[in-house]
């Protein structure tokens, strides 16, 4: 590490436009699944089976922010984030994901924002975090073409409604998670398998952002629109032929599959040959629905994974070495602890001329909290984040498109298939009491920001 980036490291050497944050789902936070005319969503539904969730947790009232709302915005202005990236729960605006609009769940929103503005927070909304209406799965969910105009119907009545206070809009939350997760492997919401399913998904999601992004545009000519990616830095077992090859196949698909599309270059179709069955779900015209020039791209990086071929694994022939087998420091999720992983993130995405600017809309880590007199000394959680902004700002330095970073997460919260047990939040939360504690992560990111 470059002794002046250790050195350097306070909130004026990232200039003063770079935007500075905190990321958050409505599913993970919000609780009230069945509040004022709330619809369930697929998650409500996934997680209430059997043996869905790790050790049996349900979200319940996750963190309760549909109640705690004001006094978490209080929390986060006394902590001294300027911006709060949230989403909106699909379900709670539209009940059956189309038609009849919940008066409800509209008021709810615009007092968050209200309360967001008031306290000098600026909202950035996240349209789409994986929380898809149930009714709309019912349907065929991310598989069923239609989903390009319900998913139309919902973006215009969120512009439509808040897009009068909110100026910063992602349309969609890392879609090769829910595409891949969720309709390919089985494990997250909706619980769908096969290789039909997923690129079906894969193709309509492209559609609906691209679709949505336009919706916002035409709406909100001047509203900042976005959408966000999740990426891995990648690297080989071995120099071996067969490792570089299957670590190029993982790169191609975790990495590039999503984002090019969007940025008008197609799927990368030649680097992944299995990708070319998806052409039979693109209608001629889909091409140019497909591209859409966004005012900022999100990227979303937490770790470096390890990558070996694998004749085993169906499609892709690879499989990734475990931080864990490797023995290298790494988090509760199993996700090594490597801050240049975020650098070489930013330098690959940076290098598309198409993107405008590069916003890293999240980065955090989980460990096993430890309260000690009265506080949660989470000295790991500061590392980490202190460690990752350091490789930010050599990316910064050199000249990569840098424009903003938001830490995973403000409060701890439900994590989707692993409950509530990894931890991301700067701030603990008694999932019994509901009570709060800013955690010494905390402390050093509101001193940072001051
Ligand atoms: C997601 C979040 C999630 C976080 C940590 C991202 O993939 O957008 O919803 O909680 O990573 O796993």
């Known amino acids: 590490m470059d002794q002046s980036l250790a ?3 306070n909130k004026a050497a990232f200039g003063p436009d770079f935007h500075w944050g905190v990321s958050t789902a409505a599913f993970q936070i919000e609780g009230a699944a069945e509040t004022d005319g709330k619809g369930l969503s697929v ?12 050790n049996g947790h349900r979200p319940g009232d996750a963190c309760n922010f549909y109640h705690q709302y004001a006094d978490d915005i209080g929390l986060m202005a006394e902590l001294n984030i300027p ?29 968050v924002i209200d309360t967001l503005l008031e306290k000098g927070i600026t909202p950035w909304v996240t349209l789409y975090h994986w929380d898809l209406p149930h009714a709309l799965e019912q349907r065929g969910g991310w598989t069923h073409r239609d989903i390009v105009s319900w998913f139309s119907e919902y973006t215009a009545l969120c512009a439509q409604h808040y897009g009068d206070r909110v100026k910063h809009f992602m349309v969609m939350n890392e879609p090769s ?19 039909s399913n997923y690129l079906k998904a894969i193709h309509h999601s492209t559609l609906a952002t691209a679709t949505g992004a336009n919706i916002l545009r035409a709406a909100l000519p001047k509203a900042q629109i976005g959408t966000t990616f999740s990426c891995t830095h990648l690297e080989p077992y071995t120099h071996s032929p067969s490792h570089i090859r299957a670590t190029q196949r993982v790169d191609t698909l ?11 270059l197609g799927y990368p179709i030649a680097d ?5 069955k998806i052409e039979k779900y693109i209608q001629p015209d889909d091409y140019d629905k497909m591209a859409f020039d966004f005012d900022f791209i999100g990227i979303q990086c937490y770790t470096r994974e390890i990558v070996k071929a694998s004749l085993w694994t169906p499609y892709i022939g690879a499989s990734i070495v475990k931080a864990s087998q ?11 602890v490597y801050p240049e992983a975020i650098y070489e993130m930013i330098k690959k995405f940076s290098a598309y001329p198409q993107i405008k600017k590069l916003i890293v809309t999240e980065n955090g880590a989980a460990f096993p909290d430890v309260w000690q007199s009265g506080a949660v000394n989470d000295v790991k959680r500061t590392e980490y ?52 504690t800013v955690k010494n992560s905390g402390l050093w990111y509101r001193d940072f920001l001051k």
């Open 7 to 9: 050195t350097d490291l």
């Open 43 to 54: 998650w409500d539904v996934f997680a209430s089976r059997k043996n869905k969730i790790k």
């Open 83 to 111: 911006n709060f990236r949230f989403s909106l729960s699909w379900s709670r605006l539209l009940p059956a994901g189309v038609g009849a609009v919940n008066p409800k769940g509209i008021d709810y929103y615009n007092r």
């Open 177 to 195: 998670v829910f595409t891949g997760a969720g309709y390919f492997l089985g494990v997250h919401a909706p619980g769908r398998r096969g290789l």
């Open 254 to 264: 975790l990495n590039r599959t999503f984002i090019e599309p969007l940025l008008g």
């Open 272 to 276: 992944f040959s299995v990708l070319k």
């Open 326 to 336: 490797r023995k290298v420091p790494h988090t509760l999720m199993n996700w090594e």
């Open 385 to 436: 984040l202190q460690g990752y902004l350091k490789e930010v700002l050599r990316a910064k330095r050199e000249g990569h498109k840098t424009d903003g970073y938001f830490v995973w997460t403000l409060t701890d919260n439900f994590e989707w298939a692993e409950g509530f047990h990894p931890r991301f939040g700067l701030v603990h939360v008694d999932f019994e009491t509901q009570q709060r």
